[in-house]
Protein backbone atom coordinates (compact mmCIF):
# COMPACT_ATOMS: atom_id res chain seq x y z
CA UNK A 1 0.00 0.00 0.00
CA UNK A 2 1.34 3.17 -0.85
CA UNK A 3 -1.21 5.85 0.50
CA UNK A 4 -4.52 6.41 1.91
CA UNK A 5 -6.48 9.48 0.70
CA UNK A 6 -9.76 10.63 2.87
CA UNK A 7 -11.77 13.03 0.87
CA UNK A 8 -14.76 14.28 2.80
CA UNK A 9 -17.85 16.45 1.92
CA UNK A 10 -16.93 19.65 3.33
CA UNK A 11 -13.64 20.07 1.67
CA UNK A 12 -11.64 18.02 3.94
CA UNK A 13 -8.73 15.85 2.08
CA UNK A 14 -6.61 13.70 4.24
CA UNK A 15 -3.44 11.62 3.35
CA UNK A 16 -1.14 9.01 4.66
CA UNK A 17 1.98 9.89 5.39
CA UNK A 18 0.53 13.56 6.00
CA UNK A 19 4.03 14.75 4.82
CA UNK A 20 5.28 15.73 2.57
CA UNK A 21 1.77 16.62 1.12
CA UNK A 22 3.72 16.69 -2.45
CA UNK A 23 5.04 13.27 -2.11
CA UNK A 24 1.58 12.01 -1.12
CA UNK A 25 0.31 13.84 -3.38
CA UNK A 26 2.57 12.05 -5.97
CA UNK A 27 2.13 8.91 -4.60
CA UNK A 28 -1.33 9.01 -5.48
CA UNK A 29 -1.47 9.92 -8.67
CA UNK A 30 0.93 7.35 -9.72
CA UNK A 31 -1.64 4.72 -8.06
CA UNK A 32 -3.79 6.06 -9.82
CA UNK A 33 -1.87 5.87 -12.88
CA UNK A 34 -1.22 2.16 -12.01
CA UNK A 35 -5.42 1.46 -11.80
CA UNK A 36 -4.27 -0.25 -7.94
CA UNK A 37 -7.14 1.64 -5.90
CA UNK A 38 -10.02 0.98 -3.80
CA UNK A 39 -12.27 3.52 -2.74
CA UNK A 40 -14.76 3.10 0.15
CA UNK A 41 -17.42 5.49 0.75
CA UNK A 42 -17.63 7.12 4.92
CA UNK A 43 -21.09 6.72 6.32
CA UNK A 44 -22.38 8.05 9.65
CA UNK A 45 -24.60 5.91 11.47
CA UNK A 46 -25.85 4.88 8.75
CA UNK A 47 -27.52 7.58 6.88
CA UNK A 48 -25.44 10.60 6.64
CA UNK A 49 -22.34 10.13 3.98
CA UNK A 50 -19.20 11.85 5.26
CA UNK A 51 -16.61 11.23 2.71
CA UNK A 52 -14.62 8.80 0.74
CA UNK A 53 -11.60 6.70 1.86
CA UNK A 54 -9.42 6.07 -1.12
CA UNK A 55 -6.71 3.11 -0.31
CA UNK A 56 -3.75 2.81 -3.53
CA UNK A 57 -1.76 -0.18 -4.07
CA UNK A 58 1.92 -0.54 -5.43
CA UNK A 59 1.78 -2.59 -8.40
CA UNK A 60 5.62 -3.36 -8.07
CA UNK A 61 5.16 -4.59 -4.42
CA UNK A 62 2.45 -7.09 -5.38
CA UNK A 63 4.83 -8.47 -8.12
CA UNK A 64 7.81 -8.69 -5.78
CA UNK A 65 5.73 -10.32 -3.70
CA UNK A 66 4.27 -12.67 -6.44
CA UNK A 67 7.91 -13.66 -7.52
CA UNK A 68 8.75 -14.22 -4.17
CA UNK A 69 6.03 -16.50 -4.01
CA UNK A 70 6.67 -18.22 -7.02
CA UNK A 71 10.48 -18.40 -6.14
CA UNK A 72 8.78 -20.03 -2.68
CA UNK A 73 6.36 -22.62 -4.40
CA UNK A 74 9.02 -23.60 -7.24
CA UNK A 75 11.85 -24.84 -4.78
CA UNK A 76 9.50 -26.68 -2.61
CA UNK A 77 7.99 -28.29 -5.77
CA UNK A 78 12.15 -29.01 -6.81
CA UNK A 79 12.18 -30.51 -3.45
CA UNK A 80 9.52 -32.56 -3.02
CA UNK A 81 9.99 -33.74 -6.89
CA UNK A 82 13.73 -34.60 -5.98
CA UNK A 83 12.41 -36.41 -3.22
CA UNK A 84 10.01 -38.27 -4.79
CA UNK A 85 12.40 -38.93 -7.65
CA UNK A 86 15.00 -40.70 -4.92
CA UNK A 87 12.12 -42.68 -3.36
CA UNK A 88 10.94 -44.06 -6.78
CA UNK A 89 14.23 -44.88 -7.62
CA UNK A 90 15.63 -46.25 -4.78
CA UNK A 91 12.35 -48.62 -5.06
CA UNK A 92 12.50 -49.01 -8.59
CA UNK A 93 16.00 -50.31 -7.82
CA UNK A 94 14.98 -52.71 -5.35
CA UNK A 95 11.91 -53.92 -6.60
CA UNK A 96 12.37 -54.03 -10.30
CA UNK A 97 16.01 -53.39 -12.04
CA UNK A 98 17.45 -56.01 -9.55
CA UNK A 99 15.33 -58.76 -10.13
CA UNK A 100 15.00 -58.00 -14.16
CA UNK A 101 18.98 -58.33 -13.67
CA UNK A 102 18.65 -61.51 -11.66
CA UNK A 103 16.46 -63.17 -14.05
CA UNK A 104 18.40 -61.55 -17.34
CA UNK A 105 21.66 -62.83 -15.54
CA UNK A 106 19.31 -66.22 -15.35
CA UNK A 107 18.37 -66.33 -18.58
CA UNK A 108 21.89 -65.48 -20.35
CA UNK A 109 23.22 -68.67 -17.78
CA UNK A 110 19.97 -70.85 -19.02
CA UNK A 111 21.49 -70.14 -22.72
CA UNK A 112 24.70 -70.95 -22.13
CA UNK A 113 24.15 -73.83 -19.97
CA UNK A 114 23.89 -77.01 -21.57
CA UNK A 115 21.46 -78.38 -19.33
CA UNK A 116 19.53 -75.14 -17.91
CA UNK A 117 21.13 -76.56 -14.28
CA UNK A 118 21.54 -73.00 -12.12
CA UNK A 119 19.28 -71.22 -13.92
CA UNK A 120 16.42 -70.72 -11.50
CA UNK A 121 16.62 -67.57 -8.81
CA UNK A 122 14.97 -66.70 -5.98
CA UNK A 123 12.58 -63.94 -4.91
CA UNK A 124 10.97 -64.00 -1.97
CA UNK A 125 8.19 -61.30 -2.42
CA UNK A 126 5.28 -61.95 -3.72
CA UNK A 127 4.07 -59.62 -6.34
CA UNK A 128 4.14 -59.16 -9.91
CA UNK A 129 8.26 -59.45 -10.11
CA UNK A 130 7.81 -62.97 -8.11
CA UNK A 131 4.95 -64.18 -10.07
CA UNK A 132 7.43 -63.23 -13.06
CA UNK A 133 9.80 -65.32 -11.02
CA UNK A 134 8.19 -68.07 -10.39
CA UNK A 135 6.93 -68.36 -13.96
CA UNK A 136 10.75 -68.13 -15.13
CA UNK A 137 11.69 -71.12 -12.40
CA UNK A 138 9.00 -72.83 -13.75
CA UNK A 139 9.56 -73.15 -17.49
CA UNK A 140 13.70 -73.53 -16.03
CA UNK A 141 12.71 -76.93 -14.78
CA UNK A 142 10.60 -77.82 -17.34
CA UNK A 143 13.44 -76.79 -20.24
CA UNK A 144 15.80 -78.98 -17.68
CA UNK A 145 13.91 -81.94 -17.90
CA UNK A 146 13.29 -81.78 -21.17
CA UNK A 147 16.70 -81.39 -21.95
CA UNK A 148 17.87 -84.67 -20.28
CA UNK A 149 15.02 -86.26 -21.89
CA UNK A 150 16.46 -85.09 -25.35
CA UNK A 151 19.55 -85.89 -24.31
CA UNK A 152 18.78 -89.46 -23.53
CA UNK A 153 16.72 -89.35 -26.47
CA UNK A 154 20.20 -88.66 -28.85
CA UNK A 155 22.19 -91.07 -27.06
CA UNK A 156 20.04 -93.31 -27.77
CA UNK A 157 19.46 -92.41 -31.78
CA UNK A 158 23.44 -92.43 -32.14
CA UNK A 159 23.81 -95.61 -30.32
CA UNK A 160 20.59 -97.30 -32.65
CA UNK A 161 22.12 -95.55 -35.59
CA UNK A 162 25.91 -96.69 -35.15
CA UNK A 163 24.04 -100.36 -34.99
CA UNK A 164 21.75 -99.73 -37.79
CA UNK A 165 24.99 -98.38 -39.61
CA UNK A 166 27.01 -101.37 -38.68
CA UNK A 167 24.17 -103.62 -39.39
CA UNK A 168 23.60 -102.57 -42.76
CA UNK A 169 27.78 -102.82 -43.43
CA UNK A 170 27.64 -106.31 -42.16
CA UNK A 171 24.71 -106.75 -44.70
CA UNK A 172 26.29 -105.12 -47.49
CA UNK A 173 29.03 -107.27 -47.28
CA UNK A 174 26.77 -110.18 -47.03
CA UNK A 175 24.87 -109.33 -49.63
CA UNK A 176 27.97 -108.96 -51.78
CA UNK A 177 29.95 -112.25 -50.44
CA UNK A 178 26.01 -114.01 -51.85
CA UNK A 179 26.45 -112.12 -55.09
CA UNK A 180 29.54 -113.35 -55.65
CA UNK A 181 28.22 -117.13 -54.94
CA UNK A 182 25.44 -116.80 -56.94
CA UNK A 183 27.75 -116.08 -59.76
CA UNK A 184 30.39 -118.56 -58.72
CA UNK A 185 26.88 -121.22 -58.28
CA UNK A 186 26.18 -119.65 -61.85
CA UNK A 187 29.33 -120.53 -63.75
CA UNK A 188 29.57 -123.53 -61.40
CA UNK A 189 26.66 -125.52 -62.82
CA UNK A 190 28.17 -124.32 -66.24
CA UNK A 191 30.83 -125.78 -66.03
CA UNK A 192 29.34 -129.15 -64.70
CA UNK A 193 26.51 -128.49 -67.73
CA UNK A 194 29.81 -128.10 -70.22
CA UNK A 195 31.67 -131.10 -69.01
CA UNK A 196 28.68 -133.58 -68.85
CA UNK A 197 27.87 -132.30 -72.82
CA UNK A 198 31.21 -132.85 -73.63
CA UNK A 199 31.44 -136.28 -72.19
CA UNK A 200 29.16 -137.24 -75.19
CA UNK A 201 31.46 -136.21 -78.07
CA UNK A 202 34.73 -136.76 -75.87
CA UNK A 203 33.01 -140.68 -75.17
CA UNK A 204 32.78 -140.93 -78.95
CA UNK A 205 36.25 -140.01 -79.78
CA UNK A 206 37.97 -142.73 -77.40
CA UNK A 207 35.71 -145.18 -78.38
CA UNK A 208 35.94 -144.99 -82.45
CA UNK A 209 39.57 -144.30 -81.78
CA UNK A 210 39.67 -147.49 -79.68
CA UNK A 211 37.90 -149.08 -82.45
CA UNK A 212 40.36 -147.78 -85.53
CA UNK A 213 43.25 -149.18 -83.20
CA UNK A 214 42.11 -152.32 -82.48
CA UNK A 215 41.21 -152.91 -86.19
CA UNK A 216 44.49 -151.19 -87.20
CA UNK A 217 46.23 -153.95 -84.90
CA UNK A 218 44.11 -156.66 -86.33
CA UNK A 219 45.17 -155.67 -90.27
CA UNK A 220 48.53 -155.24 -89.01
CA UNK A 221 48.82 -158.75 -87.70
CA UNK A 222 47.50 -160.17 -90.95
CA UNK A 223 50.04 -158.25 -93.09
CA UNK A 224 52.51 -159.61 -90.79
CA UNK A 225 51.83 -163.35 -91.60
CA UNK A 226 51.21 -162.78 -95.25
CA UNK A 227 47.46 -163.89 -95.20
CA UNK A 228 46.25 -160.38 -95.81
CA UNK A 229 43.48 -160.40 -98.52
CA UNK A 230 41.83 -157.78 -100.61
CA UNK A 231 38.88 -157.35 -98.80
CA UNK A 232 39.98 -157.67 -95.71
CA UNK A 233 42.20 -154.45 -96.79
CA UNK A 234 39.29 -152.71 -98.13
CA UNK A 235 37.27 -153.54 -94.72
CA UNK A 236 40.22 -151.76 -92.74
CA UNK A 237 39.80 -149.01 -95.09
CA UNK A 238 36.21 -148.53 -94.64
CA UNK A 239 36.56 -148.93 -90.74
CA UNK A 240 39.45 -146.81 -90.43
CA UNK A 241 37.01 -143.60 -92.89
CA UNK A 242 34.21 -144.30 -90.71
CA UNK A 243 36.31 -144.13 -87.33
CA UNK A 244 38.11 -140.93 -88.70
CA UNK A 245 34.66 -139.17 -89.86
CA UNK A 246 33.87 -139.99 -85.83
CA UNK A 247 36.43 -138.75 -84.38
CA UNK A 248 36.70 -135.35 -86.72
CA UNK A 249 33.23 -134.56 -86.13
CA UNK A 250 33.17 -135.19 -82.68
CA UNK A 251 36.39 -133.76 -81.92
CA UNK A 252 34.87 -130.37 -83.52
CA UNK A 253 31.69 -130.71 -81.39
CA UNK A 254 34.11 -130.93 -78.28
CA UNK A 255 35.94 -128.17 -79.62
CA UNK A 256 33.06 -125.72 -80.60
CA UNK A 257 31.58 -126.42 -76.13
CA UNK A 258 35.20 -125.48 -75.16
CA UNK A 259 35.16 -122.85 -77.53
CA UNK A 260 32.11 -121.37 -76.46
CA UNK A 261 32.57 -122.22 -72.82
CA UNK A 262 35.86 -121.14 -72.34
CA UNK A 263 34.28 -117.43 -73.67
CA UNK A 264 31.71 -117.18 -71.65
CA UNK A 265 33.66 -118.22 -68.30
CA UNK A 266 36.82 -116.13 -69.11
CA UNK A 267 34.16 -112.76 -69.73
CA UNK A 268 31.61 -113.78 -66.62
CA UNK A 269 34.91 -114.61 -64.52
CA UNK A 270 36.16 -110.84 -65.75
CA UNK A 271 35.23 -107.21 -65.91
CA UNK A 272 37.32 -106.81 -69.17
CA UNK A 273 35.66 -104.25 -72.23
CA UNK A 274 36.09 -105.67 -75.98
CA UNK A 275 34.12 -105.29 -78.75
CA UNK A 276 32.15 -108.20 -80.36
CA UNK A 277 29.31 -109.35 -82.53
CA UNK A 278 26.05 -110.09 -80.25
CA UNK A 279 24.40 -112.28 -82.88
CA UNK A 280 27.48 -114.80 -82.26
CA UNK A 281 27.66 -114.14 -78.53
CA UNK A 282 23.98 -114.55 -77.80
CA UNK A 283 25.15 -118.27 -79.47
CA UNK A 284 28.16 -118.93 -77.79
CA UNK A 285 26.36 -118.14 -74.55
CA UNK A 286 23.48 -120.00 -75.38
CA UNK A 287 25.52 -122.99 -75.89
CA UNK A 288 26.98 -122.99 -73.03
CA UNK A 289 23.37 -123.18 -71.53
CA UNK A 290 21.87 -126.31 -73.99
CA UNK A 291 23.24 -128.73 -71.68
CA UNK A 292 20.76 -127.11 -68.59
CA UNK A 293 18.14 -127.45 -71.03
CA UNK A 294 19.08 -130.91 -72.87
CA UNK A 295 16.72 -133.05 -70.80
CA UNK A 296 13.38 -130.28 -70.50
CA UNK A 297 10.86 -129.28 -72.99
CA UNK A 298 12.10 -125.82 -73.52
CA UNK A 299 13.79 -124.69 -76.46
CA UNK A 300 15.22 -121.44 -76.94
CA UNK A 301 15.17 -119.56 -80.08
CA UNK A 302 17.61 -116.68 -81.06
CA UNK A 303 15.91 -113.65 -83.40
CA UNK A 304 19.24 -111.72 -83.59
CA UNK A 305 20.62 -109.25 -86.43
CA UNK A 306 23.79 -110.31 -87.63
CA UNK A 307 25.48 -107.06 -88.11
CA UNK A 308 25.41 -105.33 -84.30
CA UNK A 309 28.87 -104.61 -82.91
CA UNK A 310 28.52 -103.47 -79.17
CA UNK A 311 31.64 -102.05 -77.32
CA UNK A 312 30.81 -103.45 -73.71
CA UNK A 313 31.50 -105.45 -71.16
CA UNK A 314 30.31 -109.05 -72.53
CA UNK A 315 30.93 -110.69 -69.10
CA UNK A 316 28.43 -108.65 -67.38
CA UNK A 317 25.57 -109.70 -70.57
CA UNK A 318 26.31 -113.33 -70.15
CA UNK A 319 25.29 -112.38 -66.41
CA UNK A 320 22.47 -110.98 -66.99
CA UNK A 321 20.98 -113.59 -70.32
CA UNK A 322 22.46 -116.17 -68.15
CA UNK A 323 20.16 -114.93 -64.86
CA UNK A 324 17.04 -114.34 -67.48
CA UNK A 325 17.08 -117.67 -69.17
CA UNK A 326 17.72 -119.62 -66.13
CA UNK A 327 14.88 -117.96 -64.63
CA UNK A 328 12.27 -117.99 -67.11
CA UNK A 329 13.29 -121.92 -66.83
CA UNK A 330 12.90 -122.61 -63.13
CA UNK A 331 9.62 -120.14 -62.49
CA UNK A 332 7.93 -119.77 -65.54
CA UNK A 333 8.21 -123.73 -66.85
CA UNK A 334 8.77 -125.16 -63.59
CA UNK A 335 12.20 -126.55 -64.17
CA UNK A 336 11.43 -127.77 -67.72
CA UNK A 337 8.89 -130.15 -66.36
CA UNK A 338 6.07 -127.56 -68.88
CA UNK A 339 6.85 -127.20 -72.93
CA UNK A 340 7.46 -124.04 -74.27
CA UNK A 341 10.24 -121.68 -75.84
CA UNK A 342 12.16 -119.03 -74.83
CA UNK A 343 12.49 -116.22 -77.01
CA UNK A 344 15.85 -113.86 -77.18
CA UNK A 345 14.78 -110.97 -80.21
CA UNK A 346 17.70 -108.32 -80.44
CA UNK A 347 17.54 -105.30 -83.01
CA UNK A 348 18.69 -101.71 -83.08
CA UNK A 349 16.53 -99.32 -81.82
CA UNK A 350 18.07 -96.59 -83.02
CA UNK A 351 21.89 -96.21 -84.07
CA UNK A 352 23.29 -96.03 -80.57
CA UNK A 353 21.09 -98.43 -79.16
CA UNK A 354 19.56 -101.84 -79.19
CA UNK A 355 16.63 -103.44 -77.84
CA UNK A 356 16.58 -106.81 -76.52
CA UNK A 357 13.73 -109.00 -75.16
CA UNK A 358 14.05 -112.36 -73.18
CA UNK A 359 10.08 -114.02 -73.10
CA UNK A 360 8.50 -117.50 -72.25
CA UNK A 361 5.14 -118.73 -72.60
CA UNK A 362 5.35 -119.63 -69.39
CA UNK A 363 3.03 -119.38 -66.02
CA UNK A 364 3.93 -115.50 -65.53
CA UNK A 365 4.05 -113.44 -62.63
CA UNK A 366 1.18 -112.46 -60.15
CA UNK A 367 0.83 -108.71 -59.97
CA UNK A 368 1.80 -108.32 -56.20
CA UNK A 369 4.96 -109.68 -56.82
CA UNK A 370 5.59 -107.49 -60.39
CA UNK A 371 6.72 -104.81 -58.56
CA UNK A 372 9.21 -106.53 -56.46
CA UNK A 373 10.82 -109.27 -58.58
CA UNK A 374 14.50 -107.02 -58.83
CA UNK A 375 14.18 -106.17 -54.98
CA UNK A 376 16.96 -107.88 -53.18
CA UNK A 377 16.43 -111.04 -51.38
CA UNK A 378 12.80 -111.44 -52.67
CA UNK A 379 11.93 -115.08 -53.68
CA UNK A 380 9.13 -117.11 -54.63
CA UNK A 381 11.25 -120.39 -53.52
CA UNK A 382 12.94 -119.66 -50.64
CA UNK A 383 12.69 -123.06 -49.66
CA UNK A 384 14.01 -124.44 -52.32
CA UNK A 385 16.91 -122.83 -52.82
CA UNK A 386 16.24 -119.42 -54.29
CA UNK A 387 18.77 -116.65 -53.09
CA UNK A 388 16.55 -114.09 -54.42
CA UNK A 389 19.38 -111.59 -55.95
CA UNK A 390 19.34 -113.25 -59.30
CA UNK A 391 17.18 -110.39 -60.95
CA UNK A 392 18.55 -107.86 -58.48
CA UNK A 393 21.88 -108.57 -60.02
CA UNK A 394 20.38 -108.21 -63.53
CA UNK A 395 19.09 -105.04 -62.82
CA UNK A 396 22.21 -103.25 -61.13
CA UNK A 397 24.21 -104.71 -64.07
CA UNK A 398 22.06 -103.52 -66.66
CA UNK A 399 21.31 -99.74 -65.22
CA UNK A 400 25.72 -99.54 -63.83
CA UNK A 401 27.45 -101.69 -65.64
CA UNK A 402 25.54 -101.88 -69.18
CA UNK A 403 24.74 -98.33 -69.12
CA UNK A 404 20.81 -99.46 -69.82
CA UNK A 405 17.21 -100.15 -68.89
CA UNK A 406 15.41 -102.79 -67.58
CA UNK A 407 11.57 -103.17 -68.02
CA UNK A 408 9.48 -106.34 -66.93
CA UNK A 409 5.92 -107.47 -67.94
CA UNK A 410 4.14 -110.38 -67.22
CA UNK A 411 0.34 -111.65 -66.75
CA UNK A 412 -0.37 -114.72 -64.98
CA UNK A 413 -0.66 -117.57 -67.46
CA UNK A 414 0.48 -115.66 -70.61
CA UNK A 415 4.46 -115.35 -69.43
CA UNK A 416 6.69 -112.69 -68.72
CA UNK A 417 8.92 -110.23 -71.13
CA UNK A 418 11.81 -108.57 -69.85
CA UNK A 419 12.72 -105.70 -71.94
CA UNK A 420 16.42 -104.86 -72.26
CA UNK A 421 17.78 -101.19 -74.12
CA UNK A 422 21.42 -100.28 -73.76
CA UNK A 423 23.69 -98.14 -75.68
CA UNK A 424 25.81 -99.69 -78.18
CA UNK A 425 28.90 -98.30 -76.57
CA UNK A 426 28.34 -98.97 -72.44
CA UNK A 427 29.57 -96.33 -70.97
CA UNK A 428 33.01 -96.41 -68.93
CA UNK A 429 32.71 -98.09 -65.48
CA UNK A 430 35.51 -97.35 -62.85
CA UNK A 431 34.16 -99.70 -59.92
CA UNK A 432 32.51 -102.72 -59.60
CA UNK A 433 28.80 -102.52 -59.77
CA UNK A 434 27.02 -101.77 -56.54
CA UNK A 435 24.70 -104.57 -56.26
CA UNK A 436 22.24 -102.87 -53.21
Known sequence: MIAIN??????????????????CATCCQRAAQG??????????????????????LSHDALRAREDQHLITIF???ILLDGLIFFIMSFNLQRFI???????????????????????????????????IVNG????????AADLVKRTAAEAVAREEKEKAQQAYSQLMATQETLVEAEKMASLGSLVAGVAHEINTPVGITLTAASHLGTATSHITGKLDSGNIKKSDFQSYLETAQECCELILANSERAANLIHSFKQVAVDQTSEARRSFHLHDYLNEVITSLKPRFKHTKVAIDIQCEEDILLDSYPGALAQVLTNLVVNALIHGYESGEI?????????????????????????????ENLGRVFEPFFTTRRGSGGSGLGLNIVYNIVRQRLGGNIEVHSEVGQ????????????????HKENVA
Open 136 to 143: FNRIVART
Open 339 to 367: AGTIVIEAHRSDAQHVSMTISDSGKGISP
Open 75 to 77: AQI
Open 97 to 131: FQPLSKLQLALNTAIRAPDASGAQITHLADDEIGG
Open 35 to 56: RRHLSIPIIYQGKEHLGTATVY
Open 6 to 23: VKGESGLNLAAPATPTAI
Open 415 to 430: GTRFTLDMPCIAPTVQ
